[in-house]
């Protein structure tokens, strides 16, 4: 069954019997649009109210001359109103949180909410956050108004360039790039590049973008990213890199038809600093996929019903902006809320965190999401069962091969020649080294060729990773147990078969606050 629209929706409660709807949106545009349409479809006239102007006529700008600008006078006087009319009651959720005293309004309006009322009136409770008093949850439906698809940015567009006498030519890559903007936000964006360039055509796609990631950035939990790494930039993970071009092939034309499902995305495991950040980098950049990192831990607010909100809102973005990569980094740090409970903070972790399941788990809209972990002892069962993910894959530290690549991918980039260097020879001194270890050696090397004012040659890289205690050292055991873990429960990225571990060396100083550090053995250092 199709996805029914806003309009639809609002449509069908209306003919039902709805007398009270709450619809969820910034765009106060697009909800009075909405009243006009639904109001020549019952036949009622149209009317808005707000606590600054009272009570006034949408399409003829008439206000009252008793104004009503008290909303608890407004609602005794829809009570006693005699004749069919469609209200929009713009910012009114202030005027009914319980705290505020504000009980007879919300009695008032669960009467009002009542079907079966003579004659006809339907109220539209027009508010920038979802959520209604307990008392009213049971009788007034909400509706989510969702983010403007390209129909909606292709008026936004003409608007603003008939506004400021600039010729507009709202081309499908104009659009996408403003997807995922509000109304508001787009005729913004649209109006700064019109004034910058002149017009309003394929030129202004750059600008647009730009002005999204700074609007993104502003929600604070979503980060707009502009990826410039591909997977052949990774070194080694070559099981994952050809999972992952099976997968990108579900978004050509003819996936549909062949009967594939719309990938859901990866659950990447393993070792701190070996490529499951640069991988969701990648993913992007390769598939052409706009970039969100999702920061889970941002979502939650100090005030009531702000942490829900911010998650909904997160994930509308993210669904208006697709097809694109959601990237969750260290994502057991967010999910740690997900035993939370009434005696700590009023379940609100829980229901925040239930929400993003649930969405990973139902979404329809082509969002590949990818999820790092370090520490799978505090990932959630819930997160692991199928449906979430397509894929589960660890990935370990790099292979005497992956780390010849990795070597040799980070001296091409700082403009050296890989086949200057004996890369086997710095593989073999680098064992259980991390992909980031490696091209810190690689950075360090250079360093040190320059204060010798020479050219960067191989024992300048070897001598900075002999400097270098890696992190398979202090951590031996945890990364161990997390192979043995991964070994029944997730695929191998890579694969090359795991090299042994290299001792600690016991005799390496340690700083003092390494004895407390739960990542360094006990029996170490002691």
């Known amino acids: 069954m199709p996805r029914q629209t806003a309009y639809e929706e609002l449509l069908r409660l209306a003919r039902t019997g709805a007398a009270v709807i709450q619809v969820t949106s910034h765009e106060w545009e ?11 479809d019952l036949s009622f006239p149209v009317e808005v109210w707000s606590r600054p102007r009272g009570l006034w006529k949408l399409k003829e700008e008439q206000l009252r001359e008793d104004g009503l600008n008290d909303p608890l006078e407004l609602l005794r006087w829809l009570e006693g109103r005699e004749d069919e009319a469609l209200v929009v009651m713009e910012d009114f959720h202030p005027f009914l949180a319980p705290d505020r005293g504000n009980d007879e309004q919300i009695r008032r309006l669960r009467e009002l909410a009542r079907p079966g009322r003579t004659p006809r009136l339907l109220l539209l409770l027009s508010t920038p956050i979802p959520g209604l008093p307990i008392e009213l949850r049971k009788e007034i439906p909400e509706v989510e108004l969702p983010l403007p698809g390209p129909e909606d940015l292709e008026q936004v567009c003409q608007r603003v360039g008939h506004r400021l006498g600039k010729k507009a030519q709202p081309v499908p890559a104009l659009l996408d790039a403003a997807r995922g903007l509000t109304v508001m936000e787009a005729d913004l964006a649209f109006g700064q590049a019109a004034v910058e360039l002149g017009r309003l055509d394929a030129s202004a796609v750059g600008f647009v973008a730009r002005e999204k990631k700074r609007v993104i950035r502003q929600s604070e939990v979503l980060e707009y990213f502009e990826p410039d790494r591909t997977l052949e ?20 034309p003819g996936a549909r038809e062949y009967g594939l499902d719309t990938p859901k995305g990866v659950l990447l495991l393993g070792v ?8 969701a980098k ?3 950049s390769t598939w052409q996929f706009p970039l969100l990192r999702f920061d889970v831990g941002k979502v939650y607010g100090s005030l009531i019903g702000q942490s829900e909100a911010s998650m909904r809102e997160a994930l509308k ?21 997900l035993g939370s409970s009434g005696q700590t903070d009023g379940g609100t972790s829980a229901r925040v965190v239930g929400s993003l399941l649930t969405w990973m788990q139902e979404r329809s809209a082509p969002v590949f999401v990818v999820a790092t972990a370090n520490r799978v002892d505090q990932l959630p069962p819930e997160l692991m069962r199928k ?8 990935v370990d530290l790099p292979s005497r091969n992956a780390r010849e690549a990795i070597l040799g991918i980070h001296l091409k980039r700082k403009g050296r020649k890989p086949e200057d260097f004996d890369l086997a020879r710095l593989a073999s001194a680098s064992l259980g080294y991390s992909g980031a270890e490696l091209e810190e050696a690689v950075r360090e090397g250079l360093f040190r060729a320059f204060a010798e004012s ?11 990773l002999k400097d270098t205690y890696p992190l398979s050292r202090t951590m031996r055991e945890e990364i161990e147990a997390l192979r043995k873990w991964a070994r029944v429960r997730a695929r191998s990225a890579s694969a090359d078969e795991a090299e042994a571990l290299p001792e600690a060396d016991k005799s390496t100083p340690r700083l003092r606050q390494e004895w407390h550090n739960p990542f360094v053995p006990a029996s170490e250092g002691k």
Request: hydrophobic content about 40%; charged content about 25%.
């Open 454 to 464: 020479v050219e960067v040659k191989d024992e300048h890289i070897e001598s900075a």
């Open 317 to 337: 973005v993210t669904e208006a902006i697709a097809p694109c990569v959601l990237w969750i980094d260290e994502i057991e740090k967010g999910l740690s809320g």
């Open 387 to 394: 449906g979430r993910f397509d894929e589960i894959f660890f």
């Open 282 to 284: 990648s993913i992007a």
């Open 233 to 252: 930039d990774v070194g080694g993970l070559d099981r994952l890199k050809q999972w992952l071009e099976q997968r990108g092939r579900a978004y050509t």
């Open 272 to 279: 701190q600093g070996c490529g499951k950040s640069l991988i």
């Open 30 to 40: 697009r909800i009075q649009g909405l009243a006009i349409q639904i109001g020549q």
